[in-house]
């Protein structure tokens, strides 16, 4: 009986070694899965820590001016089409970059003088600069390019100083009204401009600074960009759908300004009122489907499935 124990043993043993390598050989050994050094996760740390008041302030600006309520979309998007190349992402990553370095301290030395000035415009762009070096720095230039398009596509959400918006809205606005007037009048409206006031029996209708399709064209080539990335093209129809989102969002504005000249003309000021705020809905949807329309014509199409 005890010259058989060893050998039970054994037997027990050969059981339980094969068991404990087939567990191991089910560890996950692609290199992107391995543990990351903490000084990593300590440079995110900081990335959040110094952008994080930057967004909040963005966050207000989005809040309180209509012109730059598309920001609220354009951070969640970012993520989302980061999300969606993370095997991508996950297989690029390599060995740094130094080219990266230069780019995380001018960026941070733009941010510091920004601040310094109170000049808040900058901040995006500060933010999507060091967001570039750091990935740069740490993973290498293969996987900035998976991740090029969404950390650029950031900007969007920034803002831009009125110095440079005032002349685009003001000609966006003029050929709003313009438009709207020249088309009800083709329909049989009595109606007369005066710059940016349109007047019908009774009634007038302003396009005012908030009305005048800047939101819509901001918005609009934002999409045509997003829309290009995602889409089957070559350089030239991504540069098409770029140069065609503004007056295919002047187009829209006219349209929604002709349309509440008819509203106000039917319903009067009350009506002016209430279809205000769904027209500018109607006119985002419309120039929407007129750049996928336009989108289809010059043979943009979805990827082929993987």
């Given at each position: 009986m005890n010259d058989r124990d060893p050998e039970a043993t054994l037997q027990v043993e050969a059981v339980e070694i094969p068991e404990q390598e087939t567990a191991d050989d089910q560890k996950p050994t692609h290199p992107a899965l391995a543990?990351?050094?903490?000084?990593?996760?300590?440079?995110?740390?900081?990335?959040v820590a110094v952008y994080a008041p930057v967004v909040v302030e963005y966050a207000r600006e989005w809040a309180a001016d209509e012109r730059y309520?598309?920001?609220?979309?354009?951070?969640?998007?970012?993520?989302?089409?980061?999300?969606m190349n993370r095997s991508r992402l996950a297989a690029s990553i390599g060995t740094g970059s130094f080219v990266g370095l230069p780019l995380i301290v001018f960026g941070l030395v733009a941010h510091s003088i920004a601040w310094f000035l109170r000049f808040p415009h900058v901040g995006m762009w500060s933010l999507v600069m060091v967001l570039a070096g750091i990935v740069m720095s740490l993973y290498g230039m293969a996987a900035w390019r998976v991740v090029r398009f969404p950390a650029l596509f950031l900007l969007f959400a920034g803002t831009l100083p009125n110095r440079l918006i005032?002349?685009?809205n003001l000609k966006v606005q003029s050929l709003s009204a313009v438009g709207a007037a020249h088309v009800m009048s083709f329909l049989g409206y009595t109606v007369m401009r005066e710059g940016n006031r349109i007047e019908i029996p009774g009634y007038v209708v302003e396009v005012a600074d908030i009305c005048s399709g800047y939101k819509k064209t901001v918005?609009?080539?934002?999409?045509?960009?997003?829309?290009?990335?995602?889409?089957?093209s070559s350089p030239v129809r991504r540069i098409v759908l770029c140069v065609a989102a503004i007056p295919i969002a002047v187009l829209a504005n006219v349209g929604r300004v002709a349309g509440l000249i008819a509203v106000t003309s039917a319903g009067g000021s009350e009506a002016l009122h209430k279809a205000h705020d769904p027209a500018e809905m109607v006119a985002l949807l419309v120039a929407f489907v007129l750049f996928i329309l336009l989108g289809k014509a010059i043979g943009c199409r979805l990827p082929e499935p993987a």
């Open positions: 543990a990351r050094p903490r000084s990593e996760w300590l440079v995110w740390a900081a990335f309520s598309h920001g609220w979309l354009i951070f969640p998007i970012s993520l989302g089409l980061t999300y005032e002349p685009i918005a609009l080539l934002a999409f045509a960009f997003l829309y290009g990335y995602v889409m089957t």
